[in-house]
């Protein structure tokens, strides 16, 4: 169920509105931190050491977005 019909159809309007806020900062918050984490990890490619490094982390946790797209999905709200 969308956040905001979910909030909807357990609180008044203003209540919901307000909840809906909080819930979806949250995870606006987390979206804007990834991905300053994701252009952090490409500007270590402008030296070769930073090459290397940025290439293993992806080697080991996988492409930052793909990661980033999974964990987005596996939350209820």
């Known amino acids: ?3 905001l019909a ?3 159809s357990s ?3 203003d209540e919901a509105l307000q909840e809906f806020t909080v819930l979806r ?3 606006v918050d987390w979206v804007v931190d990834e991905s300053n984490k994701i252009i952090r990890l490409a500007s270590t490619g402008r030296s070769w050491i930073g090459r290397i490094i940025r ?4 080697r080991y946790k996988g492409p930052a977005n793909v990661a980033g ?3 987005l999905m596996s939350q209820e709200i």
């Open 1 to 3: 169920m969308p956040v």
């Open 6 to 8: 979910h909030v909807l």
């Open 11 to 13: 609180l008044s309007q």
């Open 25 to 27: 900062q949250k995870r």
């Open 55 to 58: 290439n293993m982390m992806i």
């Open 69 to 71: 797209w999974i964990y």
